[in-house]
């Protein structure tokens, strides 16, 4: 259950610190990558600052379909748009915020590899339970990840879980206060999604 799930809110600085030290891991393990691939939506901005970080502004999308919400996966990832550009014979560094059950990552890998690359995966976390584990990460962690660039899905999602659980709004804003959203931000996105139901 969303109340019981304990959640780590990385800031800005936090996430560059950890890409930075996984771009000295990168240079330092001799991985000099053809094309950096973003996994849509999470690794686009990791891959985006890897990018400037490695010094490589080579950089291609590929993006899965997962997770539906805080704590709720459906079946089986897939592919929803192949990776944007040619990768036969090129080593790739594919990249995403967080290696959870491991499946998108897995798949992605395997999708690269059909196309003819040399795959290296990275991702700031990793979760024990993985089934696959990331050539580089920065922590291992089994906590809920909310990244600066997912606030707004994370609390819409926490919402409808404590109102299926038939909790008030009240509650769900502490616990989402408490895990150490912005106050100010849950306020806001609470007010949003309340004007789009009128």
């Known amino acids: 259950m969303v109340e019981d799930c304990e959640f780590e809110v990385p800031s800005w600085e936090k996430i560059y610190a950890m ?86 990552l897995c798949l992605v890998k395997f999708h690269l590899h059909e196309l003819g690359a040399e795959v290296k995966t990275v991702t700031l976390y990793y979760k024990p339970w993985s089934i696959i584990t990331p050539d580089y990460y920065e922590k291992t962690t089994t906590r809920w990840i909310v990244f600066p660039w997912e606030t707004r899905e994370t609390v819409r999602s926490v919402i409808e879980k404590f109102r299926k659980q038939r909790k008030t709004i009240e509650e769900a804003k502490k616990k989402l206060i408490e895990s150490g959203l912005k106050h100010r931000l849950v306020e806001y996105f609470i007010e949003e999604f309340g004007e789009e139901k009128k």
């Open 19 to 104: 890409l930075l030290h996984l771009a000295q891991r990168i240079r330092k393990s001799g991985f000099e990558a053809d094309v950096i691939v973003g996994v849509c939506r999470g690794g686009w901005l990791p891959a985006r600052v890897l990018s400037d970080l490695l010094g490589n502004p080579r950089m291609a999308s590929v993006k899965t379909e997962f997770y539906l919400g805080v704590v709720q996966a459906k079946g089986e990832p897939r592919i929803t748009q192949p990776v944007s550009v040619s990768v036969k014979g090129k080593k790739v560094l594919v990249v995403d915020d967080v290696t959870d059950g491991g499946k998108s």
